[in-house]
């Protein structure tokens, strides 16, 4: 399906490698940074998050940082796989304030190469 | 647990009618946001309802209507369709605890408008 946006960057990695998507946020007040990847007809599938007062934080084969002086993060994953195929997009929030509204990235479309 | 689901999956309707798309969320969660996806904006928020009150809502006409039921389904009306709303309209569900949360999404409903 085309769930996901046309001319999205492209990040092709072999199979086992590790993979680096980047993503740049708009709001230097925003206090909660997410990672999502959405696959073809689904909706986005939580990956990670992190909060503002941290500046790194692993879950299982995934590592997100956050640079919060030039407004930047990043999402890697070890050992990429087929599975991990997939369009990404950081997201960010401001939980001060309303805490349903997420700013979602234009998203990296991530292609594993076997 | 059940995910969150929306229905119906697939839609097409003729600009000018009218249209109502519906979301149930998680158990027990009780804030429900919608999104719009499109090629060209990507993601972009709509609005939020808890407690079945709109608590935040994003930059769309008034043609973009929502409301939450005191079971905490929530449902979406675009009226006057426009061949621009064709998209996939993504719900996500959350329980809100005053602090950073994850939102679950759903998988979409792709509304198309001829």
């Known amino acids: 399906g085309e769930s996901v946006g046309l001319h999205l960057p492209t990040l092709s990695v072999q199979e086992g490698d590790n993979s680096i998507i980047n993503c740049a946020y708009s709001?230097?007040?925003?206090?909660?940074f997410i990672w999502y990847k959405q696959e073809s007809g689904k909706g986005p599938q939580f990956i990670i998050d992190?909060?503002?007062?941290?500046d790194k934080r692993q879950g299982q084969r995934v590592t997100v940082l956050l640079n919060k002086t030039v407004k930047h993060l990043s999402l890697q994953i070890a050992a990429t796989q087929p599975g991990d195929s997939a369009v990404y997009f950081c997201?960010?929030?401001?939980?001060?304030?309303?805490?349903?509204?997420?700013?979602f990235g234009k998203g990296t479309k991530l292609s594993v190469k076997p | 647990k059940a995910g969150v689901t929306q229905t119906p999956r697939y839609l097409i309707k003729t600009r000018g009618q009218q249209v109502t798309l519906s979301c149930s969320p998680i158990?027990?969660?009780?804030?429900v946001s919608w999104y719009q996806q499109t090629p060209g904006q990507g993601l972009q928020f709509l609005f939020e309802y808890f407690s079945e009150t709109q608590r935040n809502k994003g930059n769309f006409p008034g043609r973009f209507s929502g409301r939450q039921f005191s079971n905490s389904r929530s449902e979406m009306n675009v009226s006057t369709l426009e061949l621009g709303d064709s998209a996939l309209y993504l719900c996500?569900?959350?329980?809100?605890?005053?602090?950073?949360?994850?939102?679950?999404f759903g998988p979409g409903t792709r509304l198309t408008v001829t």
């Open positions: 709001n230097s007040a925003s206090d909660y």
């Open positions: 992190i909060r503002s007062n941290m």
């Open positions: 158990s027990g969660h009780r804030s």
């Open positions: 997201a960010e929030s401001y939980y001060g304030g309303s805490q349903g509204n997420l700013i």
């Open positions: 996500a569900s959350s329980v809100t605890g005053g602090g950073p949360y994850e939102q679950y």
